[in-house]
């Protein structure tokens, strides 16, 4: 099994609480892939391709975004030339983790009848849960505010009454290198869910890129296997203090924030302000925001006859932007574009706490950089707080 433990893993397996943060060299970045792959592990990592980047197997470092960096703003992305060879400097792309542990459709039961002659009234069937066989794979380069987004989705698939056994399966099969940013989109408000800029919990091993190399840390005996035949030496006590400055710095540059304290409490008090119908007139309802999100879990079921009988029941990624999504017996419940932008921001940053313990959101901003029409959370947020005339 290499170095995947048979039982789920909870973000990444415990601790180290005593691991030494070492210096890899730049080199050693190849190196690591090379250990992972001869492992079994299919690797993963951001990958430049149609002017973003997306996860993607790879084999050599060449295929990161070496000496590039993107630039976000509300409703516009694009990829540009960083001036410095780093392989981490783009922050990220429209994909997370997502989809390698909740996929976007996948098939739950298969739904077989029973021959005539062994069940004469008809009627009799038999259901059979699929569990897919979970493709080892080992992710590069994850930022911190996408291991909060996989908490929160533990949350949600695995620590309910009944677990998601497809989840599951998907879950144990994850490898996770965090990077910490060194630098911020435009877009990025992790700092206001305590959710990065630097890489502290969820990973098997964490790197910082600096212009030496790569301060390394263990977060799972996986991440301590994999160190200790890399064999790097301690990191210099000069080369921590760059590397705190560095995410100190990044951190500080966010131009986005949501004051959290309270902030469900004053979204269940504004439910009837006039901003909701402002966008809603904005808003077209195309659900790109539920679908880049890192948490976003709206889906729909159904079943699929076979000719020769029986069935396959199937799930899917839907969204709250979808009409139908909240379509009942004939009743809508939420008609309109602004009540469905209402359920998904109210849901997203009220309702998830209620339910779960924690928020919806891990401030990645991709549902802004994404939005065709360049809506921003943060904004409308801020709007609701301001009383009606």
């Given at each position: 099994?290499g170095?995947?433990?048979?039982?789920?893993r909870?973000l990444?397996?415990?601790?180290?609480?005593?691991?030494?943060?070492?210096?890899l060299?730049?080199?050693a970045l190849?190196?690591?892939?090379d250990?992972?792959r001869q492992?079994g592990?299919?690797?993963?990592?951001?990958v430049?391709?149609d002017?973003?980047v997306?996860?993607?197997e790879?084999?050599?470092v060449e295929?990161?975004?070496?000496g590039?960096?993107?630039?976000?703003?509300a409703g516009?992305y694009?990829?540009?030339?960083?001036?410095r060879?780093a392989f981490f400097?783009v922050?990220n792309g429209?994909?997370s983790l997502?989809p390698?542990?909740?996929a976007?459709?996948e098939?739950?039961?298969?739904?077989?009848?029973?021959a005539?002659e062994?069940a004469?009234?008809?009627?009799?069937?038999?259901?059979?849960?699929l569990?897919p066989?979970?493709?080892?794979?080992?992710?590069?380069?994850v930022?911190?505010?996408?291991?909060?987004?996989?908490a929160?989705?533990?949350?949600?698939?695995?620590?309910?009454?009944?677990?998601?056994?497809?989840?599951a399966?998907?879950r144990?099969?994850l490898?996770?290198?965090?990077?910490?940013c060194?630098?911020?989109a435009p877009?990025?408000f992790?700092?206001?869910?305590d959710?990065?800029?630097?890489?502290?919990r969820?990973?098997?091993?964490?790197?910082?890129?600096?212009?030496?190399?790569?301060?390394?840390?263990?977060?799972?005996?996986?991440?301590?296997?994999?160190?200790?035949?890399?064999?790097?030496?301690p990191?210099?006590?000069?080369?921590?203090?760059s590397?705190?400055?560095?995410?100190?710095?990044c951190a500080?540059s966010?131009?986005?924030?949501?004051?959290?304290?309270?902030l469900p409490?004053?979204?269940?008090?504004?439910l009837?302000?006039?901003?909701w119908?402002?966008?809603?007139?904005r808003?077209l309802?195309?659900?790109?925001?539920t679908?880049?999100?890192?948490t976003c879990?709206?889906?729909d079921?159904?079943?699929e006859?076979?000719?020769e009988?029986?069935?396959l029941?199937?799930r899917?990624?839907?969204?709250?932007?979808?009409?139908?999504?909240?379509?009942?017996?004939?009743?809508?419940?939420?008609p309109t574009?602004?009540d469905?932008?209402?359920?998904?921001?109210?849901h997203?940053?009220?309702g998830w706490?209620e339910q779960?313990?924690t928020s919806g959101c891990?401030g990645?901003?991709?549902?802004?950089?994404?939005c065709p029409?360049?809506?921003?959370?943060?904004?409308?947020v801020?709007?609701?707080?301001?009383?009606?005339?």
């Open positions: 099994m170095l995947v433990e048979d039982a789920p909870e990444g397996g415990p601790p180290t609480p005593d691991a030494a943060p070492l210096l060299p730049r080199d190849q190196r690591l892939v250990l992972l492992d592990w299919r690797v993963l990592g951001p430049p391709r002017g973003a997306v996860l993607d790879i084999e050599r295929e990161l975004p070496l590039l960096r993107e630039v976000q703003e516009r694009r990829l540009e030339p960083s001036g060879q400097d922050v429209p994909g997502k390698l542990v909740y976007p459709r098939p739950l039961l298969q739904i077989e009848l029973d005539f062994e004469p009234r008809g009627g009799a069937f038999r259901a059979r849960e569990v066989e979970a493709p080892r794979l080992a992710v590069l380069g930022r911190a505010c996408d291991l909060a987004a996989l929160v989705q533990d949350r949600i698939f695995l620590e309910d009454r009944e677990p998601d056994a497809a989840y399966a998907r144990r099969g490898l996770l290198v965090g990077v910490s060194t630098r911020a877009t990025c992790c700092v206001s869910f959710s990065g800029p630097g890489v502290t969820g990973h098997d091993l964490a790197l910082t890129e600096l212009a030496e190399g790569f301060v390394a840390r263990a977060g799972s005996a996986a991440g301590e296997s994999l160190l200790g035949r890399l064999a790097p030496d990191a210099p006590a000069a080369l921590l203090a590397e705190e400055a560095a995410i100190q710095a500080a966010q131009r986005r924030s949501l004051a959290v304290e309270g409490e004053r979204l269940w008090q504004s009837e302000h006039p901003r119908r402002d966008v809603g007139a808003c309802s195309c659900g790109n925001c679908m880049v999100c890192p879990f709206c889906h079921v159904w079943d006859p076979a000719l009988g029986g069935s029941r199937v899917a990624w839907d969204s709250c932007f979808d009409r139908d999504h909240a379509q009942v017996r004939g009743l809508n419940h939420r574009v602004q469905r932008y209402r359920q998904w921001l109210t997203k940053l009220a706490v779960y313990g891990v990645c901003g991709r549902c802004i950089t994404w029409v360049g809506i921003d959370l943060t904004e409308e801020a709007a609701l707080e301001v009383p009606p005339p």
